[in-house]
């Protein structure tokens, strides 16, 4: 007997994922066909919080921003990991506790490191 060329197992996975393709579009044709197109002034313009813009959209912003938002992404990354290892720890053993705490000695590093830079200090 021949093997089939796609497992059933797959079979709901390949089926979920035309579903999601067909409904997706269709979504998206509808709303194209059936929305209101009312352009006016008012509306074209960029939205601040119901004021008028005040100058121009592109304009340069300190590296300050960038380097707070890499941070809280590194850290809550931590977390996302620190979670899990802590739920599973009794079934994980000795290496997995060595593992972590490398994981968040290097965590450290990175958070002396971006301390002595001065990235946590708005004004110089």
Do not use: C, H
């Not at 997706?24 to 919080?49: M, Q, W």
């Amino acid at each position: 007997m021949v093997a089939p060329s796609v497992p059933q197992e797959y079979l709901g996975i390949f089926l979920l994922l035309i579903f999601s393709f067909l409904f997706g579009t269709l979504i998206l044709f509808l709303g194209r066909y059936f929305r209101l197109n009312r352009p006016y002034r008012d509306k074209l313009i960029a939205y601040e919080s119901g004021n008028e813009p005040t100058r121009e959209p592109r304009m340069r912003f300190s590296v300050k921003f960038y380097l707070i938002a890499i941070l809280f992404v590194v850290f809550d990354i931590e977390a996302i990991y620190l979670y899990p290892w802590a739920v599973t720890y009794d079934m994980l053993g000795v290496f997995a506790l060595v593992e972590m705490l490398l994981f968040i000695f290097l965590l450290l590093v990175a958070f002396v490191y971006a301390w002595k830079k001065g990235v946590f200090q708005w004004e110089k």
